[in-house]
């Protein structure tokens, strides 16, 4: 199973961790785990063009972690709410439709 935890402090998010393999195929030709990819990646290049701070992340071994800097700007968190809690809505409809293969924790949605 593809498990992802959402990291937030209050309302504002921290970041986040996608973590396993779903098991519905081969590594590398499963389609849940190229969903749940796709939407993280997709997530941590919206925050790479639009905040004035990187993001620290690491891409490894099929995990992808993404912590945001503790000393964003009141735009740049409003900014990463709004991207985050997008990429939160998709993957919770992912699960919600396929809960044997993606789990997300954390969060609030």
Known sequence: MVEVTILKRDADWIGFKAEGHAAYAAPGEDIYCAGVSA???TALLGLM???RQMPVYEIKDGC???FLPANLSREDR???NVILSTMEMGLRSMQEAY???V???GGGF
């Open 78 to 80: 409003q900014k990463a």
């Open 49 to 51: 063009k639009h905040l």
């Open 99 to 101: 809960p044997q293969y």
């Open 39 to 41: 939407v993280t990646q």
């Open 103 to 105: 789990k997300v924790s």
């Open 64 to 66: 992808l972690h993404c």
